[in-house]
Each structure stands twice: as structure tokens, then as C-alpha cells.
């Protein structure tokens, strides 16, 4: 009878100790997201509003991944992100504006490549790359404009908190 009783004890003592091993280097109070030159050069194909949808995309899908691993705290580290590249599964409102013969149907593979710094609590500026392009164009049906990217923005933050992404820790 006790054997149940500590081991249900020890599991959710491990399950409290989760969200600070997830924290990445002390946690995180900031997180700055710009858009980089690369991608700039695509607003008049993609519209400028697009980039607002795709910064505000990355840092939900940080803060949120973050705030599940206990990363998010009011004295930390800084993250300085730049959205290299993105590519839609479906137009673009600006696309579909602008060439009449495109339909919101159309689709094609898409992602992003992110890079940028995690700047810790103690100074450490610690270089960050992520790059996930879908690869299956089977796997693009039934998505919206910027599924794939949003994929690729998920997979980063998982990443980052569990700590897979720092060249260096």
C-alpha cells in the first residue's frame, strides 16, 4: 500500500519539477520579433498586413509555449527573433488582388526560417536558427494562408524550451 502512495508522491513532485527543466536558461521576459529583408522584399506580393499576422503568430506560439513550461518570467532573458522567410500554403489576400485568375483553392507547401539571438538573464548572447518547409504536398490540404509557417513556428518554441535549439548552453 505505501509503494502506490510514494510513487504517485515522486510522479507529481517530477511533474512540478517539469516547467523549470523546460525554461530555457533562466527564462525568458522579453521577446522582439521583426520582420528580416529577405521577406520584406515580398510585400507587394504578400502584403504588408501579412507580416503583422506572421510576427503576431510567433510570439503567440512563444509565449504559449513559454508560459507551459514556466520560461515566461518578469526578470529574464531576451529573445530577438527575425522571420527570414515565410512561404504561404494559400494566397494572400494581396495575391489574390492582384492576379484575378488566382483562387483562394490554390495551395502549395510552405514554412519559415527564423533566426536571431536568446540574450540571458547574465548577458550570454546565444545564436538561434530554425529553418521547416513542409515537404509533403499531400500534407497542405484543408490549411489556411500560413499553416505551414505556424507549423514551423510551433516546432520553434517546443524546441527552444526544451532546450534543443541553443548552439551553446
Known sequence: ??????????????????????????????????????????????????FDTLTSELIQALEIALREHGG???????????????????????????????????????????????TTVEGERIPLRYRWYESDFRSAAGTGVWTDAETSFDNFARKLVKGELPAKR
Open 72 to 118: 515566461l518570467v518578469k526578470e529574464g532573458g531576451r529573445l530577438d527573433l527575425v522571420i527570414e522567410d515565410a512561404r504561404p500554403n494559400r494566397p494572400t489576400l494581396q495575391q489574390l488582388a492582384s492576379k484575378p485568375g488566382l483562387s483562394m483553392e490554390s495551395r502549395g507547401i510552405g514554412g519559415a526560417t527564423i533566426s536571431g539571438a536568446l
Open 1 to 50: 500500500m505505501r509503494l502506490p502512495a510514494l510513487l504517485g508522491a515522486t510522479l507529481i513532485a517530477a511533474a512540478a519539477a517539469l516547467p523549470a527543466w523546460g525554461a530555457p536558461l533562466g527564462g525568458i521576459s522579453s521577446i522582439n520579433v521583426v520582420v528580416g529583408p529577405k521577406l520584406q522584399q515580398k510585400a507587394r506580393e504578400y502584403g504588408v498586413r501579412e
